[in-house]
């Protein structure tokens, strides 16, 4: 049994006549005939039964019909559903990223829109709380592209966009907040609300905190930036983060950090050995010619 074979069955059922539904299939009568032969054959049964020039279904026909209609009606569903995906112009773009660029996501979202005209492809933007989630994902193909710091592995393609900001945020009421910047060391004996294990800020503030003999208090892990803005301004301690991209969280300030802290370096990741949707190969090539298109939000923003 196959596909032929059931379009074949189910355009005789409708038309009732083999030459008709010859004509409508563009094969030869004697073809379509012996397609449905076969069928009978495999199955050992006799579908159709003439009646004067036409022909009409026996009770096994009756019985199989249905089941024909429905695999073809899912199948025709599902070939559907898979051109419009893959459209360019209206197909869907599925990206991740960092919480830290929840405001950056609809800036360039936006900005592809309106300098392609793609108005109908939709674009999904997930967030991701760690680097390793993040991987992970892309590796799998369980989304198109992402954004984050760049993955060592020659699976991946990049791009880079730019770089984010660490900035310390204190309470407003902190000792440190008549400051603008800070040195780390001012953090001894702190209490301090931290990145978990599975991120990779925190590998980073563990090490320069050793480096500079500072020994800080940790209240709380998180994984989640508003989760960390949110005890900050209730006083809970202070936190080392990307810079926050919609401006210091009510109750707190933001503080640059004198040490030699390096910044995150952002870039448009894709999987070379993962399919890529033509609406995702359009999106990718988009933020590409672009450049640093995060340096270029950052200084939009004046947040630079």
């Known amino acids: 049994m196959n596909l032929r074979q059931l379009y074949y069955f189910k355009t005789i059922a409708e038309l009732e006549h083999y030459t008709r539904a010859a004509e409508k299939l563009f094969v030869s009568q004697s073809s379509l005939s012996h397609a449905i032969q076969e069928l009978e054959n495999e199955l050992n049964v006799k579908f159709f ?13 009756q019985l199989f019909l249905p089941y024909v209609q429905k695999t073809l009606d899912t199948l025709e569903t599902g070939i559907d559903k898979l ?26 979202i936006v900005r592809y829109i309106s300098e392609t005209n793609r108005v109908d492809v939709r674009l999904q933007f997930n967030q991701e709380a ?15 592209l992402i954004f984050a710091t760049e993955i060592d592995d020659p699976r991946v393609a990049s791009s880079y966009i730019g770089d984010h900001q ?63 803005n949110g005890l900050v301004a209730a006083n809970h301690g202070v936190a080392i983060m990307p810079y926050p991209l919609g401006g210091a969280p009510y109750g707190t300030k933001i503080l640059r950090i004198q040490n030699d802290i390096p910044p995150r370096k952002l870039y448009l990741m894709w999987n070379k050995e993962q399919y890529l949707p033509p609406a995702a190969e359009y ?20 947040l630079q």
């Not at 090539?285 to 640093?292: E, I, K, L, N």
């Open 166 to 228: 660490i900035v310390l945020l204190v309470p407003q009421t902190h000792r440190l907040a008549q400051y603008n910047e800070v040195d780390l060391r001012e953090l001894d004996g702190e209490n301090f609300i931290s990145f978990d294990n599975k991120c990779q800020l925190r590998g980073v503030t563990d090490e320069i905190f050793q480096q500079l003999g500072v020994h800080v208090n940790i209240t709380m892990e998180t994984a989640q930036d508003i989760i960390m």
């Open 83 to 108: 051109a419009d995906y893959i459209n360019p112009n209206t197909g869907t773009v599925v990206m991740a990223g960092f919480p830290s660029l929840a405001q950056f996501a609809p800036e360039i």
């Open 49 to 61: 039964e003439k009646k004067g020039r036409n022909v009409e279904l026996t009770k096994y026909g």
């Open 283 to 302: 999106f990718r090539d988009f933020v590409v010619r672009s450049g640093d298109v995060f340096a270029q939000f950052l200084a939009k923003e004046n």
């Open 130 to 144: 760690t680097y390793y989630d993040l991987r992970e994902q892309l590796l799998a193909g369980v989304v198109d």
